[in-house]
């Protein structure tokens, strides 16, 4: 079955790095956009990053453009997402999802809780 499985995350220092991992299976990994998402304590679902199929384009929502780097390994079935320079802001569950048409996510994986301290 499709399975998707978030690691890397736990408490960080502002202003610290973080490499998220999210681990396909169960389908071909090298056909589909995949999304970052995260959701913050309190707070509502907020897609962060998405890159296509091949790789070869990636995008961002404003607040985590500069600090945020979305890469995948098609030979790995893996998902990565590089974060640099964390803010206190960035606290939240990350989760990342397969994307089946432009934006409707049909499979997500259970998330990776990612705290930064001040």
């Known amino acids: 079955q499709v399975q998707l499985v978030e690691s890397g995350g736990g408490l960080v220092q502002s202003e610290g790095p973080l490499r998220l991992s999210c681990a396909a299976s169960g389908f071909t990994f090298s056909d589909y956009w995949i999304y970052w998402v995260r959701q913050a304590p309190g707070k509502g679902l907020e897609w962060v990053s998405v890159i296509t199929n091949t790789g070869d384009t990636t995008y961002y929502v404003d607040s985590v453009k500069g600090r945020f780097t979305v890469s995948r390994d098609n030979r790995k079935n893996t998902l990565y997402l590089q974060i640099s320079s964390l803010k206190t802001d960035d606290t939240a569950v990350y989760y990342c999802?397969?994307?089946?048409?432009?934006?409707?996510?049909?499979?997500w994986g259970q998330g990776t809780l990612v705290t930064v301290s001040s």
């Open positions: 999802a397969r994307d089946i048409y432009f934006g409707a996510l049909d499979a």
